[in-house]
């Protein structure tokens, strides 16, 4: 079965960067991959998908501040102009069953990333 892990969360003043990394051990056949993020009180969103096939899509909220990569056994969110309502859990998910990361049924722990002055 796979597994998930994220690292890399932690506290950044505005304006700060983080790289979130998810390691990936187990077997799954993968269709797609993704970063998602949940913040008290509110539901979880997406917040970048990337396809086996390399295509990638960036939800709304954080588009042109996030990059999404692969690389072996892991995935990488690199964000950077982080601001306060980016303070949420992030998780990590794979879907074995669809593309564009709409109903993925494995995921990390997630890792807490707090943004704040």
């Known amino acids: 079965r796979l597994q998930l892990e994220e690292s890399g969360g932690g506290s950044v003043k505005p304006g700060g960067s983080l790289r979130l990394t998810c390691v990936d051990s187990?077997?799954?056949?993968?269709?797609?991959m993704g970063w998602f993020r949940q913040a008290p009180g509110k539901e979880r969103e997406q917040v970048a998908c990337?396809?086996?096939?390399?295509d990638a899509h960036y939800g709304l909220s954080m588009a042109g501040r996030v990059t999404i990569s692969r690389g072996p056994n892991r995935l990488d969110l690199e964000m950077k102009n982080l601001r306060s309502e980016d303070t949420a859990m992030y998780y990590c998910?794979?879907?074995?069953?669809?593309?564009?990361?709409?109903?993925?049924?494995?995921w990390g722990p997630g890792t807490q990333v707090s943004v704040s002055s």
């Open positions: 998910a794979f879907d074995d069953k669809k593309y564009w990361c709409l109903s993925p049924d494995y």
């Open positions: 187990g077997y799954a056949y993968t269709y797609s």
């Open positions: 990337m396809n086996k096939e390399g």
